[in-house]
């Protein structure tokens, strides 16, 4: 984990930063729907439009791992992640339609260090996601766990 940009250290109170964009296809809605939530409305257009979503719809859960997926991206992939206890808050706010960019920001809420480990420590975060109207489709709240950067350090 040495040379990794992010570790617990490094992150401020209040301070967000951006997640980058993701377009949303037709086919992988239809594609993470088939395997793992198969309601018509994630599955064909026809269906999407003539339920109250309005049109090809990401699940739910496929929304999340979109947002996981440029989370790791944009933050985890570059840091001391050491993963996460839970997820406090989800919020599904509006269809993530098919042919949808998104975007989104984490926005660092609070820091503590572990009392039982001290060279971990934890912080709360709330993250969203917009649509290309700036509309906000997704929220989450978690706590990550994230090495002190002297831990980090390679021992050899």
Known sequence: MTGKTWAYEDFVEGASHDLGTKNVSAAEIIEFASEFDAQPMHLDE??????????????????????????????????????????????WKKPVLAGDTLCGTVTVLAKRQSKSRPQLGLVSMRSELFNQRGESVFELENTGMFLARDAAKDPS
């Open 46 to 91: 026809a269906a999407g439009k003539a339920s109250i979503l309005g049109g090809l719809s990401a699940s739910g859960w496929h929304t999340c791992a979109m947002f996981m997926r440029m989370l790791c991206d944009a933050l985890l992939l570059d840091s001391t992640s050491q993963g996460s206890p839970g997820i406090d808050h989800v919020k």
